[in-house]
C-alpha cells in the first residue's frame, strides 16, 4: 500500500529516540513533498554529523577546531580543554543534554563525564565502565597535587548528576561505589528538581537552586 | 555552545512537522553517535524520497511502476490506474494518511481526490484550487456518460472526507458550494468518528462503520 521508498524511510526513522511509526510515515510524505534541493538540504545537515569527535575525556561530541590537539590524535572539547575551570570536581551527567543544561545554569565550573543513560536494573554497560576507568585513570595520573595522607590521588568532589527519580537514586549508589576512593566527597544535585522529573527539562532557576544545594 | 553540526541539524529538523528544537537537538546528538555507515543508510533513505511521483488525478504520492504510463509523462498512481473502481463515486480527502486509512477499511471503491491540509480561515491554497480544477475537468471529459437532463456531467457522488471537527464542517460547506453541479450527491462520513477527533487516528471498524453510515 505504501510506496516502497516511504516505507523505507519510516522503518529507518522510527527505530530512531521518540519517533513513532506513524510519525515516521507522515515526515515521509512530507519531506518528499519539499522537492530534490529541500531533500538534498536535509541529507547534507545529516551528513554533516559525520564532523564531530567525541571528546576524549568527558565523552562530550564537539567539532573538533584544528588548533587545539596535535594532528591524528583525539582532541579535548572546549571545556576540558579550558584552563580556567577546575579539575578537581566533576559532575557525572547520562546525557549530552543534561551536561548542556547545566553549562547553562553558569554555576559549575568543573568539567563533566558524559557515562551515558542508565539502565533500570543497576548495571553498567561496558562502554560505561570504560568511561568510568578512564576517569579513575585521569584521577589517578592529574590529581597527584590532591592526593591524601594514604597517597592515593582524589578529586575534591565528584556530583553524581542522574535524575532525581527512583532508578537515578539506584544508579547512584552504585556510582557512589565505584568512586568512594576517588573523591574527597560525592554528591547529588539538590532536590530543587521536582522529585520523577527530569533533569533535561528543568529550567535554569530551579536547576542553579539544585546546583547550590547539592550535598 | 552547541556544536555546529548538531545545530544546522537541529535548526533544519525542527522546520519538520511535529518535531520541536528539544527533539531535534537530541536526534542530532543520536544520530550522530550512530557512526558514519548507519549515517549514510538514514541519508540514503531519505534520498530514495527523490524517486516518488504526484499521481496527476489523485495527486497521491505515488512510485511509478515502469509499465504503466507513457514515458515523459506523469503516470496515474496504482488506484487510479485500477479499472475495477468505480470512477463516478470519489473521496476527497486532506492527506494521504487519511487515504491510507479509508482504503484499510476495504469498504470504499471509488478513487479519491487529496486536497491538501484545509486552512482555518475557511479559504482555498491556490494549489487546492487547481486540485479542485483538475477533479471538474475529470468529471466533464470522463464521466459524459452519467450526464443529467441538463447536459451537466456529474459524478454519482462525491464524499467530502475531512475531519468531523469545526473547521471541517467549515470546509465541508465550503467544498459542497464549490462542487454542488459536479455530483448526484455530496455526502460526508457518518459520525461514528468522535466528534473533535482525527480521521487518521480512527480504528478500521469505527472509520468502515462512518463509510456505511454516511451521508
Given at each position: 500500500m505504501l510506496p516502497d521508498p516511504i516505507k523505507k524511510f519510516a522503518e529507518e526513522f522510527s527505530k530512531l529516540p521518540s519517533i513513532g511509526p506513524r510519525?515516521?510515515?507522515?515526515?515521509?510524505?512530507?519531506i518528499?513533498?519539499?522537492?530534490?534541493?529541500?531533500?538534498?538540504?536535509?541529507?547534507?545537515?545529516?551528513?554533516?554529523?559525520?564532523?564531530?569527535?567525541?571528546?576524549?575525556?568527558?565523552?562530550?561530541?564537539?567539532?573538533?577546531?584544528?588548533?587545539?590537539?596535535?594532528a591524528g590524535k583525539a582532541k579535548l572539547c572546549g571545556i576540558c580543554s579550558d584552563p580556567t575551570r577546575s579539575k578537581s570536581i566533576i559532575a557525572i551527567v547520562?546525557?549530552?543534554?543534561?551536561?548542556?543544561?547545566?553549562?547553562?545554569?553558569?554555576?559549575?565550573?568543573?568539567?563533566?563525564l558524559i557515562i551515558g543513560e542508565l539502565h533500570k536494573n543497576g548495571e553498567l554497560e561496558p562502554e560505561q565502565k570504560l568511561r568510568l576507568s578512564a576517569l579513575k585513570s585521569?584521577?589517578?595520573?592529574?590529581?597527584?597535587?590532591h592526593s591524601t595522607s594514604s597517597g592515593q590521588a582524589k578529586a575534591d568532589e565528584i556530583i553524581?548528576?542522574?535524575?532525581?527519580?527512583?532508578y537515578g537514586d539506584l544508579n547512584?549508589?552504585?556510582l557512589k561505589k565505584e568512586l568512594a576512593e576517588y573523591a574527597g566527597k560525592i554528591t547529588r544535585l539538590g532536590r530543587g528538581i521536582p522529585t520523577g522529573g527530569e533533569i533535561e527539562f528543568a529550567d535554569e532557576e530551579t536547576l542553579g537552586q539544585a546546583i547550590d544545594k547539592r550535598g
Amino acid at each position: 500500500m505504501l510506496p516502497d521508498p516511504i516505507k523505507k524511510f519510516a522503518e529507518e526513522f522510527s527505530k530512531l529516540p521518540s519517533i513513532g511509526p506513524r510519525q515516521a510515515t507522515r515526515l515521509a510524505f512530507y519531506i518528499s513533498s519539499l522537492g530534490k534541493n529541500k531533500i538534498k538540504e536535509i541529507t547534507d545537515v545529516i551528513s554533516g554529523l559525520n564532523n564531530l569527535e567525541t571528546c576524549p575525556r568527558c565523552f562530550r561530541t564537539h567539532s573538533p577546531s584544528t588548533s587545539s590537539g596535535q594532528a591524528g590524535k583525539a582532541k579535548l572539547c572546549g571545556i576540558c580543554s579550558d584552563p580556567t575551570r577546575s579539575k578537581s570536581i566533576i559532575a557525572i551527567v547520562e546525557k549530552e543534554t543534561d551536561l548542556m543544561s547545566l553549562e547553562k545554569t553558569k554555576k559549575f565550573n568543573g568539567w563533566y563525564l558524559i557515562i551515558g543513560e542508565l539502565h533500570k536494573n543497576g548495571e553498567l554497560e561496558p562502554e560505561q565502565k570504560l568511561r568510568l576507568s578512564a576517569l579513575k585513570s585521569f584521577i589517578k595520573k592529574e590529581l597527584n597535587g590532591h592526593s591524601t595522607s594514604s597517597g592515593q590521588a582524589k578529586a575534591d568532589e565528584i556530583i553524581l548528576a542522574v535524575n532525581p527519580t527512583i532508578y537515578g537514586d539506584l544508579n547512584a549508589s552504585l556510582l557512589k561505589k565505584e568512586l568512594a576512593e576517588y573523591a574527597g566527597k560525592i554528591t547529588r544535585l539538590g532536590r530543587g528538581i521536582p522529585t520523577g522529573g527530569e533533569i533535561e527539562f528543568a529550567d535554569e532557576e530551579t536547576l542553579g537552586q539544585a546546583i547550590d544545594k547539592r550535598g
